[in-house]
């Protein structure tokens, strides 16, 4: 066991052979990010409409989170499974349903109580305006929305839902990924993780031959392009894997350290990067690269015991209920949104007002309790 004295003066968290605290302190870095763009850029808020517009820039700032997530899921999963003696696919899907489905379902019924109270006048964002379309609530429900490109599934219940939806589809394809991964030659892993992030690299190209009507006027993206570069747990299981294949790099001591500032800097680059391609660059696993990047000098600088804030109390704090944050925001959002703001375009300065001052709070008040009461306690009853 490791343990250092963190920059700021707070107790770090340890680093054990099975933890590695810095990555979960970035998991609260990544979903507030998801959580404050969904604030900002995709509700019909400002009256200014070049001002909406201008907001909508932040939303790389999600999208890139999302892969952060998702190779984040396939590394820390691949370096909890080295030590797992004795473990067997069936216990492991077990422990990863109960994971994620409390969490999810309470919110899918909160978001469906949502949009059966205020139907057609729902200021859920990116729902479909009219009746409630309970075929893709249900598929939305058991998580197998994601796979079908219509816009009334992919805009469903509690939207963010997508993601865990790909996470799902990772989780079965997990053990048999691992017998593979783990058969890998230590001299070829990184080239099978250059080889994982050209395809990521090729989903938003493939994407473009998708055309067809756009998802909505303010989203002029082709619904087949959005679905297939973005949404499609097939397209993003490369980035799952890169996660996998990385966890074997820094285990086996082949990854040199980096600074995380140099990490974070090349991150940034892509995101200024992708707002200068066309639109499904910034939906899709185009950070597949700068992630894989952060992931693996966080896990390696734990390891080497150096200081990092990531792994203070408090935000190991937060990251563990970063999941919960994910989860609740979005629903969060919408009720604040309906009940509590004006309604109508209103100007800057009222909106911001309103938005950090009003809204945020609740947003980061949700997960706290929602972790307390539903996830905590459900994942020691049943995971084990």
Request: proline share 7%.
């Amino acid at each position: 066991m490791t343990t250092t004295t963190s920059p700021a003066g707070l107790s770090p968290a340890p680093v054990t052979e099975n933890r590695l605290p810095s990555l979960t302190g970035v998991r609260f870095y990544a979903a507030l990010a998801v959580a404050l763009v969904h604030l900002v850029s995709t509700q019909v808020i400002f009256s200014d409409t070049n001002l909406q517009i201008a907001f909508g820039a932040t939303i790389p700032l999600a999208t890139s989170a999302v892969s952060i997530f998702f190779v984040l899921s396939g590394f820390v999963l691949t370096w909890s499974a080295r030590s797992a003696v004795g473990d067997t696919a069936r216990k492991f899907w077990r422990r990863r349903l109960v994971k994620i489905f409390p969490n999810h379902v309470v919110m899918w019924a909160l978001a469906m109580g949502f949009l059966v109270t205020f139907g057609a006048k729902a200021q859920m964002v990116g729902t479909t305006p009219g009746p409630v379309r309970w075929d893709a609530s249900v598929a939305n429900l058991f998580l197998v929305h994601a796979w079908v490109p219509n816009p009334a599934y992919i805009s469903s219940a509690n939207s963010p839902a997508w993601s865990l939806a790909n996470e799902l589809f990772f989780y079965l394809m997990f053990p048999a990924l691992y017998l593979v991964i783990k058969r890998i030659p230590s001299a070829r892993l990184k080239i099978c993780a250059l080889g994982a992030v050209l395809v990521s690299l090729a989903v938003p190209c493939l994407a473009l031959l998708f055309g067809g009507a756009n998802l909505a006027p303010e989203m002029p993206i082709p619904v087949w392009q959005l679905w297939f570069g973005y949404l499609f747990p097939v397209s993003r299981l490369a980035e799952f894997v890169l996660g996998m294949v990385l966890a074997r790099v820094v285990a086996e001591g082949l990854w040199r350290p980096r600074r995380v500032g140099l990490a974070v800097l090349l991150l940034f680059v892509s995101l200024v990067v992708s707002l200068a391609l066309p639109p499904i660059f910034f939906f899709g696993p185009f950070y597949a690269a700068p992630a894989g990047l952060l992931v693996a000098t966080l896990a390696t600088r734990d390891l080497e015991g150096r200081p990092s804030h990531l792994r203070g109390r408090v935000m190991t704090y937060l990251g563990d209920r970063s999941f919960a944050l994910y989860m609740s925001h979005f629903v969060v959002i919408a009720y604040a949104r309906q009940l509590l703001l004006p309604s109508g375009g209103q100007d800057a300065g009222q909106a911001l007002m309103w938005l950090f001052f009003v809204v945020l709070p609740l947003v980061l008040l949700a997960p706290i309790a929602l972790y307390a009461l539903v996830e905590k306690p459900l994942y020691k009853r049943f995971a084990r």
